[in-house]
């Protein structure tokens, strides 16, 4: 079984400038994550989906954060403006109902 | 109060002896929990799952958990030094309106030493 796809792996930009995570998750898995893990931390959930419908998304900083998960399987993240704090790896989870599994995650540097 | 709280570490084990991780969680309606490995520059592994009161082995690991006293723990026997990672727990934290979001504490770095 095919697990959690995610592009870039790595990606460097400036402040202000915009970004895009790419996820495919585990065939069949209903619900989908977005984390952000900052280094020394857990991941901090960003949003989450249940097929292609939005169930949280209260820690996700909507003035510069945006996702999306089209007809319930891919999903993408976006980031517009970036800011320095945002430096961090996203990692992109499914699951069928309660375990998640992860994608390998993109690191995103902001200078 | 944080949902789930981890000890951060370090945690310092000598290679062969017993590792204990341990975790608690503000929902007492929370009825998943979890344990996952993150080796350094990795993403977050499963490597265990409970869900009734008690213990769980599976190999070298042993989760345990107390419902009343809202609190999981890990234990990892015979350590490795191939065990050195942040051990990070999760629990699935119900929502007012229905639906379960997975919650991570901040992680509990472990080395082992050879």
């Known amino acids: 079984e095919a697990g959690v796809a995610q592009s870039p792996r790595y990606k460097i930009i400036e402040k202000r400038q915009s970004v895009a995570f790419w996820c495919n998750p585990i065939s069949g898995h209903a619900t989908l994550y977005w984390y952000q893990q900052i280094l020394g931390q857990g991941p901090k959930l960003l949003i989450q989906?249940?097929?292609?419908?939005?169930?949280?998304d209260s820690q996700l900083p909507k003035d510069r954060f945006s996702a999306e998960r089209l007809k319930g399987v891919d999903s993408t993240l976006k980031i517009q403006p970036a800011k320095l704090e945002d430096s961090a790896v996203y990692l992109c989870a499914s699951s069928p109902y309660t375990e998640a599994f992860f994608g390998q995650g993109t690191r995103l540097t902001v200078v | 109060q944080k949902e789930v709280e981890q000890n951060s570490g370090p945690l310092s084990v000598p290679e062969g002896a017993i590792a204990s991780l341990n975790c608690t969680y503000s929902?007492?309606?929370?009825?998943?929990f979890f344990w996952y490995r993150q080796y350094s520059g990795k993403s977050p592994e499963l490597i265990m799952s409970i869900y009734s009161n008690g213990d769980k082995e599976d190999g070298r690991f042993t989760a345990q958990l107390n419902k009343a006293s809202q609190y999981v723990s890990l234990l990892i026997r015979d350590s490795q030094p191939s065990d050195s990672a942040t051990y990070l727990c999760?629990?699935?934290?119900?929502?007012?309106?229905?639906?379960?979001?997975?919650?991570f504490g901040q992680g509990t770095r472990l080395t082992i030493n050879p």
């Open positions: 999760a629990v699935n934290i119900w929502r007012i309106q229905g639906a379960q979001k997975l919650v």
């Open positions: 929902d007492r309606g929370s009825q998943s």
């Open positions: 989906f249940q097929n292609n419908g939005v169930v949280d």
